[in-house]
Nanobody, 120 residues
Framework: VQLVESGGGLVQPGGSLRLSCAAS????????MNWYRQAPGQERERVAT????????NYADFVKGRFTISRDNTLKTVYLQMNSLKTEDTAVFFC??????????????WGQGTQVTVSS
């Protein structure tokens, strides 16, 4: 199984980025997908979850109204559109796969992460 994130980078406060996570080696459409992030010195925290067919989404309070998770099962890719970025959004962002909507991600189904830096 491989999950490969991309799309991170340096952006100014108020700017936007779109992260992608391409999956291979798993039946993508049967997994609920998540984005997590980890800032320096902080614990990893869940950002957003999307159900297998994309009909349900859930967001952490700190990103509601700013971030949007989506998926394309044909392309086996999950996305995270991030708008109105703040300096406190600076973190490494990870995608991961879970067998149920509310369960933790499978420990073997995590990407390597992509760095997002929000700074002027």
């Amino acid at each position: 199984v491989q999950l490969v994130e991309s799309g991170g980078g340096l952006v100014q406060p108020g700017g936007s980025l779109r992260l992608s996570c391409a999956a291979s080696g798993l039946t993508f459409s049967t997994y609920h997908m998540n984005w997590y992030r980890q800032a320096p010195g902080q614990e990893r925290e869940r950002v957003a979850t999307i159900s297998t067919l994309g009909r349900r989404t859930n967001y952490a309070d700190f990103v509601k109204g700013r971030f949007t998770i989506s998926r394309d099962n044909t392309l086996k890719t999950v996305y995270l559109q991030m708008n109105s970025l703040k300096t406190e959004d600076t973190a490494v962002f990870f995608c991961c796969a879970a067998v149920s909507y509310t369960s933790n991600c499978d420990p073997n189904y995590w990407g390597q992460g992509t760095q997002v830096t929000v700074s002027s």
